[in-house]
C-alpha cells in the first residue's frame, strides 16, 4: 500500500517570508513518481512538479524549489519569498507502476500568506 | 491545459436519489479519474477507466458506479445518495499510464446530499 503524509495542516507566513511544506511518503515499489499539486481558492487543481524516484536532483522554479531524498523519502517543497498569491492548499501524490494508475494524495497542506 | 469539462458545477440533491456526474475531456486521453475531495483526506481515487468500456475499482468505490462508453466521457452515478457521499468531485486524465505524464483535473463538482 502506498501512503503520502503532510503533517502540516496549515501554515501561516507573513509575505516575503520563505515556507516549506513537508511531504514524506510510502511506498515499496523501486519504480515510482512524486507530484505537487497547487489548489487555489478558485478550487482548480493547478500540476506543479513531477518526479521520479531515480532523479534525485533538487529542481528550481522562479521562487519554487523542490527536495527530494530517498533516503528519508520526503519530497519537500520550498517557495521562497513567499506572495499573498501563493496562499492555496497544496497537496503532495504519489503513484507507482505497481499502483494500478493511482494517485495516492497527502492530506494537503493549507498555507496562508498575509501582506 | 487538457479540455476537462465536468457538469454539473453544483447539485444539491435528496437522499436516496440517484445522481450522475459528467466529464467531458477533449484531449483524446486513453486513462480517467473520478476523485472525491474531503478536508483531511486530500483527494481519494473513487473509480477510474483504461479505455473505452475498461474500468476499475478506486480506494472509495462502495455506492458509486461509473460508465465509459466513448473515449471523450466518463460518467459517476451515486446509485442512492447518502449524506456522507457530500463531497467535491474532481475528474481528472491523463495520456499516459501511472506515472509518465500528469494528471490534468476538471474544476470539480460540489455535491451537496440533504
Not at chain 1, 487555489?40 to 519554487?64: A, C, K, M
Not at chain 1, 523519502?73 to 517557495?79: L, V
Not at chain 2, 491545459?1 to 445522481?19: L, M, W
Not at chain 2, 467535491?88 to 505524464?101: H, P
Request: glycine share 8%; charged share 20%; with cysteine.
Amino acid at each position: 500500500a502506498q501512503k503520502v503524509t503532510q503533517a502540516q495542516t496549515e501554515i501561516s507566513v507573513v509575505e516575503k517570508e520563505d515556507v516549506t511544506l513537508d511531504c514524506v511518503y510510502e511506498t515499496r515499489d523501486t519504480t515510482y513518481y512524486l507530484f505537487w499539486y497547487k489548489q487555489p481558492p478558485s478550487g482548480e487543481l493547478v500540476f506543479l512538479i513531477r518526479r521520479n524516484s531515480f532523479d534525485e536532483q533538487n529542481e528550481i522554479s522562479g521562487r519554487y524549489s523542490w527536495n527530494f531524498q530517498k533516503s528519508t523519502s520526503s519530497f519537500n517543497f520550498t517557495i521562497t519569498a513567499s506572495q499573498v498569491v501563493d496562499s492555496a492548499v497544496y497537496f503532495c501524490a504519489l503513484t507507482s507502476n505497481n499502483a494500478g494508475n493511482m494517485l495516492t494524495f497527502g492530506g494537503g497542506t493549507r498555507l496562508m500568506v498575509k501582506p | 491545459d487538457a479540455g476537462i469539462t465536468q457538469s454539473p458545477r453544483h447539485k444539491v440533491t435528496e437522499t436516496g436519489t440517484p445522481v450522475t456526474l459528467r466529464c467531458h475531456q477533449t484531449e483524446n486521453h486513453r486513462y480517467m479519474y473520478w476523485y472525491r475531495q474531503d478536508p483531511g483526506h486530500g483527494l481519494r481515487l473513487i473509480h477510474y477507466s483504461y479505455g473505452v468500456k475498461d474500468t476499475d475499482k478506486g480506494e472509495v468505490s462502495d455506492g458509486y458506479s461509473v460508465s465509459r462508453s466513448k473515449t471523450e466521457d466518463f460518467l459517476l452515478t451515486l446509485e442512492s445518495a447518502t449524506s456522507s457521499q457530500t463531497s467535491v468531485y474532481f475528474c481528472a486524465t491523463q495520456g499516459r499510464k501511472g506515472g509518465d505524464t500528469e494528471a490534468f483535473f476538471g474544476q470539480g463538482t460540489r455535491l451537496t446530499v440533504v
